[in-house]
Structures are given as C-alpha cells and as structure tokens.
C-alpha cells in the first residue's frame, strides 16, 4: 500500500491513527483470546478509574502499536493481544482510536501482553532489525518490543502450559520478573498483581491471566462484582428478615408476659384485693 503525504491536513506529513491500516487481515487464534482481553479489562477498570480521575488512559485489545513509517505500512506496527497506556486520551478528536502511534503521541505502554497460540517463538523472537541496501530483515516480536514500543512490562501469557512470563524493562534490556510468594508477578506503578487464575469464565474452564491486589484478593469482573453484591444484599435482606422474626418473637413474649400479668390482676380483685402489679 502506498501512501500519499496530506501536508494540508497534517503538516508533518507523517499519517495518524485515521490514515493507518487497523487490521492485517489475520485471524484470532482462537476462541479463548477474546474473552481473556474483556475479563483482562473488565476487572482492572476500577482501579484505572481510580487511578486516573481524568479518564485519560487506554486500553488496546488486538489493536495496532505502529511505531515506525513502512511500506506497505501494516510492516512498522505489532498487534499485541492486550496493553495500557496511561495518561493519554482514551478517544483522538472525538473518534474511537483505530491504532495507536507512537510518533504521534509519544507515550510507551505501561504493560503490554501477548496470548501465546503456538510454541511461543513468535512472542519470544529478539531477531533486531538489520538494514542493508537491497533489503531488511523482519525484527522479532520480542525485539521490536524491547527496543521500539519499550513498554516497562511485557508479558507472555501461554494458556496450554498455564503460565505467563513477566519482563520489566531496566536499563534498556528486559530482565524476567520473579514471581513472589504467592506465584503472582507485581506491576507496582498500578498496585496489583499478575497470575493465572483457574476457574470458568464465559462457560470455559481454563488457567485464566487475571490481575490480583496487592494484598492477594483476586480482582473481579464485572459479572462477579454483581453477583457478589446480589450475595451481600441477600445476605443482608436475610439479616433483616431475621431481626424482624425477632422482635415479632419479643413483641409476642411481651403480649403473652401482659394478658398473664392482667389475668392475675383480675384473679387478685375477685379476691377483694387491689393489685398494686
């Protein structure tokens, strides 16, 4: 594809995220990414919307990170199954984003997340990016994300084996993160924790990446929020139920302790004398 600079409309002449392609084409992998990314989202939003009262973060599912001008244009951009990014408007000029371009705004993800489909080569290849006259080589996914997108987590998520590699970005060069002891892999800047989650969600039972806090509590979704508060306000409403049998209980004691405490009265006056009770 090629592509036509508009200096009228962008003095830069570099295109932005309306004028990039947003999809290559490709298929998701399988049935499982999709619903991995919503539950990702789904139960990290209430802390990001603490985290930002502005609402100025965004979030990419399968969406593209271009980060260099290529021909044909889909060759400068990776597609991560997941990231973040703070501090930037989550919609550009009131439109939904298309992709996300770094020189277009400048900002590198915090953490970003690929869902290994394969043997997880692709996610783990540091091929750099070699130029010679006649050609270059393709960089590897790990590469490209080391030393172009630099976001200061990445993580490689692999639902076969149950597992997920975490890699902090220091001094320029990704080092593995260690798990602490509850096998979870903080991301400090947000207060939480990363780990694999075994349960069902979206009628499958799988090891899920889910976030925790930094106390351990595992982060909900959105649908388990809600059934956890139907559960709280059942809870409650049974409480309520069961202190109002109490006291109609007490009341009916009080009734019964005064037609007794009346009967002896009438009892005593039949007898000529005046209860003083």
Same mark, same amino acid.
């Given at each position: 594809?090629?592509?036509?600079?508009?200096?009228?409309?962008?003095?830069?002449?570099?295109?932005?995220?309306?004028? =990039?392609?947003?999809?290559?084409?490709?298929?998701?992998?399988?049935?499982?990414?999709?619903?991995?990314?919503?539950?990702?989202?789904?139960?990290?939003?209430?802390?990001?919307?603490?985290?930002?009262?502005?609402?100025?973060?965004?979030?990419?599912?399968?969406?593209?990170?271009?980060?260099?001008?290529?021909?044909? =244009?889909?060759?400068?951009? $990776?597609?991560?199954?997941?990231?973040?990014?703070?501090?930037?408007?989550?919609?550009?000029?009131?439109?939904?984003?298309?992709?996300?371009?770094?020189?277009?705004?400048?900002?590198?993800?915090?953490?970003?997340?690929?869902?290994?489909?394969?043997?997880?080569?692709?996610?783990?290849?540091?091929?750099?990016?070699?130029?010679?006259?006649?050609?270059?080589?393709?960089?590897?996914?790990?590469?490209?994300?080391?030393?172009?997108?630099?976001?200061?987590?990445?993580?490689?998520?692999?639902?076969?084996?149950?597992?997920?590699?975490?890699?902090?970005?220091?001094?320029?060069?990704?080092?593995?993160?260690?798990?602490?002891?509850?096998?979870?892999?903080?991301?400090?800047?947000?207060?939480?924790? =990363?780990?694999?989650?075994?349960?069902?969600?979206?009628?499958?039972?799988?090891?899920?990446?889910?976030?925790?806090?930094?106390?351990?509590?595992?982060?909900?979704?959105?649908?388990?929020?809600?059934?956890?508060?139907?559960?709280?306000?059942?809870?409650?409403?049974?409480?309520?139920?069961?202190?109002?049998?109490?006291?109609?209980? $007490?009341?009916?004691?009080?009734?019964?302790?005064?037609? $007794?405490? $009346?009967?002896?009265?009438?009892?005593?006056?039949?007898?000529?004398?005046?209860?003083? =009770?």
């Amino acid at each position: 594809m090629k592509f036509t600079l508009d200096v009228e409309n962008n003095p830069t002449g570099w295109p932005d995220h309306t004028q =990039l392609p947003e999809s290559d084409g490709t298929f998701v992998k399988n049935f499982q990414e999709h619903p991995q990314s919503i539950l990702l989202t789904d139960s990290i939003t209430p802390v990001l919307q603490t985290i930002h009262a502005d609402g100025n973060y965004c979030i990419g599912q399968d969406s593209g990170i271009y980060w260099r001008l290529t021909d044909p =244009l889909e060759r400068g951009a $990776e597609a991560p199954d997941w990231f973040y990014v703070p501090n930037v408007p989550p919609t550009l000029d009131g439109q939904s984003r298309r992709s996300y371009v770094m020189w277009q705004e400048f900002v590198a993800p915090l953490i970003l997340l690929e869902f290994v489909s394969g043997n997880g080569a692709e996610e783990r290849n540091r091929t750099p990016l070699l130029r010679t006259d006649k050609q270059e080589t393709k960089p590897g996914k790990f590469w490209v994300y080391e030393n172009a997108i630099r976001p200061a987590f990445y993580g490689i998520y692999e639902v076969r084996k149950a597992s997920v590699e975490v890699y902090s970005l220091i001094q320029n060069r990704y080092e593995l993160v260690a798990a602490n002891d509850r096998g979870h892999y903080p991301i400090p800047q947000l207060g939480v924790e =990363l780990g694999i989650w075994q349960g069902s969600y979206q009628n499958m039972e799988l090891p899920w990446l889910r976030w925790w806090d930094s106390q351990g509590n595992l982060l909900l979704s959105g649908a388990q929020r809600a059934e956890e508060e139907r559960q709280r306000a059942d809870r409650e409403q049974e409480i309520a139920q069961q202190q109002l049998q109490r006291a109609d209980r $007490e009341q009916q004691r009080a009734d019964r302790a005064e037609d $007794e405490l $009346e009967q002896l009265r009438a009892q005593l006056r039949s007898a000529g004398i005046e209860p003083q =009770l």
